[in-house]
């Protein structure tokens, strides 16, 4: 053999070699015009933004309103009431889930500033009617839950389930003299598609963690309950995943549900750390000098063969100009303040039924 010879001399090609060429052909064609059709689809239910066709959006806002009185330790709450109605005045959500509404004047500060086409729950439908002490709300948040729903959608169901457990006698903060539990609405923001809505507002304090747990228990027993074709839960759960490890209330509620800021940002680092902590950010001017935690959360599920998912997740920095009177120059000066010492959370969903 010369250098000039080649090493391999090509011979007839095999039957297996052109019938694997010609499979391998066929799969990328396959998946060719699998990736078209979803690029198609999704196309479709983007286009729809939410109001045509099989997507259906659902903007969510949940917001703990510090709404203890001044008494008790809330720092200029007849400002930041205002402002939180004035906020749902704008209507950049569909749904508000309320927490620590406690006091009845509040509640009808932020009734009389909603949009005239939006609902909300009465302080009686959101508490229990068959309690030894009904609910106070004037004088101060004994026998209530706290709890309240503003929705564009009209309200199909309401209703209020009491947890048990509330918290020590002997310990001094509160707990065992309100009555918190799950307020539930059902909405239909399109016929023929059902979401059934809950709030809630779980035990504080770390050292709660026996009465906390045992609350969400009957939570999740609840929200199992739903025949809805989509569920949505959201509120202050007085939980961080890293925090409280130790205990089962995150991972109930993660057995059945989705936690929208996880799926959002999908890695732990994105999602839990203090510049998204619901409490004690280091941008809200009431509690940014604790430790930051993430107690505030928006969790979903679809039953049945219907999908949900979270579009956008985002924990907005709400804040309102407070007076400081005029200085030495006759100017009047203001102030930034936070809407609450929580940061609101907000979630855009899709729905397809």
Known sequence: MSDLDPLLVAGPRSSWTTRRTTLCCLALLLLGSLGLTAALLLTYWLNT???TGPLVGLKMMALNTWGMPASLGAYDKSLRMEAIGKLIQ????????????????????????????????????????????????????????????????????????????HGDLFWKDGEYFARKGVGRVRIEPRP????????????????NSWYRQRQVKELVKFVKK????FVVLGGDFNIDPKVNAN??????????????????????????TP????????????????????????????????????????????KTLKSLGQNATEAVTHKEVSLSDHEAVTADLWLWK
């Open 90 to 165: 704008k209507k950049e959500y569909d749904v508000y889930l309320l927490e620590e509404l406690w006091m009845r004047p509040d509640h009808r500060k932020i009734k009389g500033l909603i949009p005239a086409e939006y609902s909300m729950t009465t302080v009686e439908q959101l508490n229990n009617p068959h309690q030894m002490t009904s609910c106070d709300g004037s004088i101060g948040p004994d026998g209530c839950s706290g709890l309240a729903i503003v929705s564009r959608h009209n309200f199909t169901q309401v209703e209020f389930f009491p947890y048990t457990d």
């Open 247 to 272: 205990e089962t209330t995150y991972h109930d509620i993660k057995e059945i549900m989705t936690n929208s800021i996880e799926e959002f940002f999908k890695k732990i680092e994105d999602w839990l």
């Open 226 to 229: 739903s025949d809805a074709d």
């Open 49 to 51: 933004g939410g109001d």
């Open 275 to 318: 510049k998204r902590a619901s409490y004690a950010n280091p941008q809200n001017t009431y509690s940014h000098m604790y430790k930051p935690v993430l107690y505030d959360y928006i969790f979903h599920k679809a039953n049945g063969r219907n999908i949900i998912i979270t579009k956008l997740f985002n924990i907005p920095f709400l």
């Open 192 to 207: 023929n598609v059902t979401v059934d809505v809950y709030v809630t507002h779980t035990c504080a304090s770390d050292y």
